[in-house]
């Protein structure tokens, strides 16, 4: 069974950047692609971005698109999310995510719980204040 450990999260203040890691136990044609999702206290679960190993293909979320980057270490078989000019409004409890292609990232939907992700990390805490 494939396991997604994510690591960086925490309590920082508006304005500054983070970053932060998801490494995978093995990889399989079901983590061929890996990305981000993050949810807010209250709110639906969103996509934030995604990539391939490769690193050639990568997708973010419109609204962020400007502040993240997403990028692979394959000798460390880890995904990082680097965001930049925190606010409060990224506060949100961060996961990491495996499938084997992009679609499930893009093209997937809170409503059906983005059901054709292969697997999902515990997630990890961002908590910016203002």
């Known amino acids: 069974q494939v396991q997604l450990t994510e690591t960086g999260g925490g309590l920082v203040q508006a304005g500054v950047s983070l970053k932060l890691s998801c490494v995978t136990s093995e990889r399989t044609f079901r983590t061929l692609a890996m990305g981000w999702f993050r949810q807010a206290p209250g709110k639906e679960r969103e996509f934030v971005a995604v990539?391939?190993?490769?690193?050639?293909?990568?997708y973010y979320a419109d609204s962020l698109k400007s502040r993240i980057t997403i990028s692979v270490d394959n000798a460390k078989n880890t995904v990082y999310l680097q965001m930049n000019i925190l606010r409060p409004e990224d506060t949100a409890t961060y996961y990491c995510?495996?499938?084997?292609?992009?679609?499930?990232?893009?093209?997937?939907?809170?409503?059906?719980?983005?059901?054709?992700?292969?697997?999902w990390g515990k997630g990890t805490l961002v908590i910016v204040s203002g």
């Open positions: 990539t391939r190993w490769s690193g050639l293909t990568t």
């Open positions: 995510a495996a499938a084997s292609s992009v679609a499930p990232f893009t093209q997937g939907s809170s409503a059906q719980g983005y059901s054709a992700i292969d697997y």
